[in-house]
């Protein structure tokens, strides 16, 4: 993204793929990551992640959301093919972020995954 500026980077592998996770900040101060996939030899951004408030979130996203726990964190992770999972986070066991539900967006309907998201 134009104006991006990298604070971090970190390698690591997941599901036998190898990613970059590169975070960092836009020039209105928003921190964003970009995870970073190689396939083939060839680099390329799969999923591009921000913190919102679950306010922001779509209505069909949250009324989607019937998990019974509040959100206290909701990472948007739009992917390179365009649709959104929303990831969130709620208390569990005194851990902020301890449960967790994933809702894909594809900008017309909300699915509440029943297994994790590949990326």
């Known amino acids: 993204r134009a104006g991006f500026t990298a ?3 970190q390698a690591e592998t997941r599901d036998g793929r190898r990613y970059y996770d590169v975070e960092g900040t836009l020039p209105d101060g928003t921190e964003i990551e970009f995870d970073i996939m190689e396939e083939d030899g060839v680099w390329r951004v799969v999923e591009t992640q921000r913190d919102i408030a679950f ?6 996203v949250r009324a989607a ?8 964190r909701v990472i ?8 959104v999972i929303y ?15 994933e809702v894909k967006w594809d900008g017309h309907r909300a699915e509440v ?3 994790e998201w590949a990326h």
């Open 55 to 60: 306010a922001d979130a779509p209505d069909e």
């Open 7 to 9: 604070a971090e980077a």
């Open 87 to 101: 990831e969130l986070f709620g208390e569990a066991g005194g851990d902020p972020e301890g449960r967790k539900v």
């Open 65 to 72: 959301h019937t998990a019974g726990f509040a959100p206290g």
């Open 113 to 115: 995954l029943g297994e």
């Open 76 to 83: 948007e992770s739009t992917q390179a093919d365009g649709l």
